[in-house]
């Protein structure tokens, strides 16, 4: 976003920014960034208790796929005015 505003860009009437993992800065910078949610810490609990689990069972673990949605949190940042 910086880029774009030091080349007379304007964010977001000129070009729409979406950033990616929702870190708690992108709620505060100017134009507020949209961005995607990809579940950070509901992966950080599901990667531990796999791990446990795979401690705990050893030979009889059986592997499984979890799929966790991202969302998209919007901001300023990609609405255009």
């Known amino acids: 976003m910086q880029v774009c505003m030091e080349q007379n860009n304007s964010v977001p009437s000129d070009l729409a920014v979406v950033g990616f993992m929702n870190e708690p800065f992108t709620e505060f910078v100017e134009p507020g960034l949209s961005t995607i949610d990809q579940c950070s ?7 531990a208790e796999t791990f446990l ?3 705990e069972k050893g030979k009889d673990y059986t592997l499984r796929q979890s799929v966790l949605m991202p969302k998209l949190i919007q901001r300023t940042s990609s609405l255009k005015k």
Do not use: V
């Open 41 to 47: 810490e509901e992966m950080g609990r599901l990667a």
């Open 53 to 55: 689990e795979q401690i």
